[in-house]
């Protein structure tokens, strides 16, 4: 007698459990267009804005007049714990004073190596560069994720080497 | 004739080895272990690791101590803000310097958000591995909003490397505390469904209760830690015993269960999970004014000749990290005691005699991380 009372008990229960699951599924089933939290992406493209410290992509933002802050001192090149910044820079004479000075030539970020630590964002002492929120960055060609960061024909502000 | 003779001595069955992984779903990565079997019971488990192995040690030998906290992100990648905090600490006990206490909590409150994600991706996880697809879309559901707390404040949603050396990355973001206010009161909602759908089921309590029971003496003696420790009695919180950050000042519960069994290993976590949110909750409405960043750690930083160590409770157990300096700006060795690495090995001793459908619910509970394990 106590064995088939358990028996009737133990599937009456497992029963009892199965329907518990089956009523949480079920209020999401039927309030699906409440509880949804997925995005349709690629859809949804145009109105997609990431956080603003959202770490997609290094860049170098220019102002109007194509000048950017750089001095080419490579602080981020020491930071950068895996070799992704190459800062090349030539000694030009300052067409004012006639002086010799360190120019930045090519700032050469390879994407392809970058972890996004924010490494370099913090060691550059005039906040030259910053990370971009951009996120699509598939392409079919590695070369493409080698960027030169200083816009051709850009010089450095004036007043940011003081 | 030949059939009746092998009835009368009683079938023979053979011993035979089976290779689960390296690309095994339930393995949680690229993990392979070595089974022996006698039909479908286990008669032993090897592990074979390093199939993800980077040579992290090696690498940080190279390192400088503000580069070598972004590359633990990428061990224990489920508690990467505990991973960061360890070097962290590990480089300002050394140097006697002393963080604000704006940052101490600050740090606190991401660890156990940290531990909270991991749980819940843990949880849809375990689910996943016993057939319930279902649990595996609710745990990653909520663990979308921590997400996107993580990638407010941080920049980022798994390799945050939000800790430095002397402080915090950024301040946390003004929609901070409102942001992780609305997420408690949300999942304080949620958390009870999860038992709904898992924890009272049926099929899932029968696949888990009684399985692979891993006694106390045994837990010390394989060195296991964190929730799988804490399940067979084994009170090893860094946490308490070891407070570091803001804990001193919380008032928690470290969760002990009695049987060790694969079910008190996922109830341990279950509860653990309410403690981290009374924890965030005692935090999150008086985080202290101060500074982000101290002012005595210096852009180049050199520890003092001498070793170092200092642990933490990331969401799998106790993180080891210690440092042999030799003065320069590189460490001359650094080791990681991982506890995804001790848990891995005391697989063999509980699976022995149970199936292997029952191997999965056991390697689900242990909660392993594969990079954690090879490094
Ligand atoms: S984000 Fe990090 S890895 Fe990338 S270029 Fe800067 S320092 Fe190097
Ligand atoms: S980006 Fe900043 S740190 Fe790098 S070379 Fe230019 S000024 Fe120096």
């Known amino acids: 007698m106590n064995a088939i009372t358990t028996y009737f008990k133990d ?10 699951g089956m009523k949480v599924t079920g209020y999401y089933f039927t309030h699906a267009r409440k509880e949804i939290i997925t995005q349709q992406y690629p859809e949804n493209r145009d109105t ?3 956080f603003d410290r959202f770490r997609g992509v290094v860049i170098m933002p220019h102002d109007e007049n194509n000048e950017h802050s750089c001095t080419g001192c490579s602080a981020c ?9 190459e800062i090349m820079w030539e000694r030009l004479a300052d067409p004012e004073t006639g002086k010799k000075k360190k120019v930045i030539e090519k700032h050469v970020y390879h994407h392809s190596m970058c972890t996004l630590c924010n490494l370099c964002i913090i060691a550059c002492p005039t906040d030259a560069i910053k990370m971009g929120q951009s996120f699509e960055h598939a392409t079919f060609d590695r070369k493409d994720l080698t960027m030169v960061l200083n816009k051709p024909g850009s010089k450095i502000r004036k007043g940011v080497e003081e | 004739m030949i059939a009746e003779e092998a009835i009368k001595e009683g079938i023979k069955t053979q011993e035979y080895f089976i290779n689960m992984g390296p690309q095994h779903p339930s393995t949680h990565g690229v993990l392979r272990l070595m089974l022996e079997l006698d039909g479908e019971i286990i008669k032993k488990v090897i592990p074979h690791i390093g199939y993800v192995h980077r040579s992290i040690e090696k690498m940080c030998e190279k390192d400088t101590y503000r580069q070598i906290v972004h590359v633990t992100d990428r061990m224990d990648y489920l508690s990467n803000h505990m991973n960061n905090e360890a070097v962290c600490l590990l480089v300002e006990n ?10 101490k909590v600050i740090r606190t409150i991401m660890s156990e958000l940290t531990r909270l994600s991991s749980h819940q991706l843990w949880w ?3 689910g996943m591995d016993l057939g319930a697809l279902t649990s595996f879309l609710y745990g990653f559901r909520d663990r979308e909003i921590i997400n996107d ?11 945050m490397n939000y800790n430095t050396p002397g402080g915090v990355m950024f301040d946390i973001h003004p929609n901070f505390q409102k942001r992780v206010k609305d997420f408690i009161a949300h999942f304080k909602t949620k958390l009870p469904e999860y038992d709904d759908l898992l924890s009272d089921n049926v099929i899932f309590r029968n696949r ?10 045994d837990a010390i003696s394989y060195g296991i830690t964190g929730p799988t420790g804490r399940a067979s009695g084994f009170s090893n919180d860094i946490r308490k015993h070891k407070p570091y950050s803001a804990y001193d000042r919380v008032d928690f519960k470290e969760i002990l269960m009695e049987t060790g069994d694969t079910y008190s290993r996922y109830k341990a976590r279950m509860l653990e999970m309410w403690e981290s949110m009374s924890i965030i909750e005692q935090l999150i409405d008086n985080i202290p004014e101060g500074e982000i960043q101290s002012s005595a750690v210096k852009a180049v930083i050199k520890l003092p000749k001498g070793e170092f160590f200092q642990s933490v409770e990331t969401a799998r157990g106790e993180l080891g990290v210690y440092v042999v300096s030799d003065g320069t700006k590189s460490p001359y060795r650094i080791k990681f005691r991982s506890p995804g690495f001790s848990n891995l090995f005391v697989l063999d001793h509980i699976a022995k005699g149970y199936k292997i459908a029952d191997l999965v619910a056991m390697m689900s509970t242990i909660d392993i991380v594969v990079p954690d394990i090879d490094r």
């Open chain 2, 124 to 126: 849809g996880v375990m």
């Open chain 2, 94 to 103: 050394a140097l006697e310097i002393g963080v604000s206490e704006r940052v």
């Open chain 1, 48 to 50: 997609l804005k990431m």
């Open chain 2, 208 to 217: 888990t209760e009684g399985i692979g029971i891993l006694s106390k003496e």
């Open chain 1, 77 to 85: 090149e020491l930071a950068c714990p895996n070799g992704s910044i």
């Open chain 2, 149 to 159: 707390i993580f990638e407010e404040t941080c920049g980022a949603r798994l390799t």
């Open chain 1, 11 to 20: 599937i009456f229960h497992g029963i009892k459990t199965l329907l518990t």
